[in-house]
């Protein structure tokens, strides 16, 4: 079966520039959860999903970063006025509930210029 | 210093060795630990997970944690190339969430 899919799988910046990310959870999962990972650096969490309901953003390094899941399946992940420290692998994760195993999509590799 | 300590590698070792990778930790309320295999390029997958001390097999791996010393092992036996990867450890203190991640360790098995 499919697994979690994130796209852009690349995505260049300018420094200033909006960015959406995107990530497709498997099928029938309720919790959804956004990583960043910088070069040589194991994941940071960013925030979570339990379907539509975003129930922990505390990983969310500034205001700038936005996260959504409105209809409880796909989520985007904004980051408004990019800024060179942005640049990271950003990883989505989904489980059946929060205390399942999570399944990790390939990440989006943004580069901010 | 961070939360969670690992030793960055790179660890190359011949095919069939066995490997020890380690992490050690601050947190004294963490009690869920986990190891993830990451491909380059790929996202992690969980290769296994422990709650408080004690090991656990799984094939060719066994993870071990000591509380006590706030350490954690993953052990992997007659290593195949194939499990040439970045390891990285993670632990919480309530499952499935806020895992803290280490930085990875990054292992390649020469054929």
């Known amino acids: 079966g499919a697994g979690v899919s994130q796209s852009p799988r690349y995505k260049v910046a300018k420094r200033g520039q909006d960015v959406a990310l995107r990530c497709d959870p498997i099928s029938g999962h309720v919790s959804l959860f956004w990583y960043q990972q910088a070069l040589g650096q194991g994941p940071e969490f960013l925030t979570y999903f339990q379907n539509e309901a975003q129930l922990d953003k505390s990983g969310l390094p500034s205001d700038r970063f936005f996260a959504e899941r409105p209809e409880g399946s796909v989520s985007t992940l904004k980051i408004q006025r990019t800024q060179q420290e942005d640049s990271a692998v950003y990883l989505c994760a989904s489980s059946l509930g929060v205390t399942d195993t999570q399944y990790f999509g390939p990440g989006t590799r943004l580069t901010v210029l | 210093q961070k939360e969670v300590e690992q030793d960055p590698g790179p660890l190359s070792v011949p095919e069939g060795a066995i490997v020890s990778l380690n992490c050690t930790y601050s947190n004294s309320a963490f009690q869920y630990f986990m190891w993830y295999r990451q491909y380059s390029r790929k996202g992690p997958e969980l290769l296994m997970y422990?709650?408080?001390?004690g090991n656990k097999e799984d094939g060719r791996f066994t993870a071990q944690v000591d509380k006590s010393s706030k350490y954690i092992s993953l052990f992997i036996r007659d290593s195949q190339p194939s499990d040439s990867a970045t390891y990285l450890c993670a632990m919480s203190e309530y499952y499935g969430q806020n895992f803290v991640f280490g930085p990875g360790t990054r292992l390649s098995v020469l054929p």
């Open positions: 422990t709650y408080s001390s």
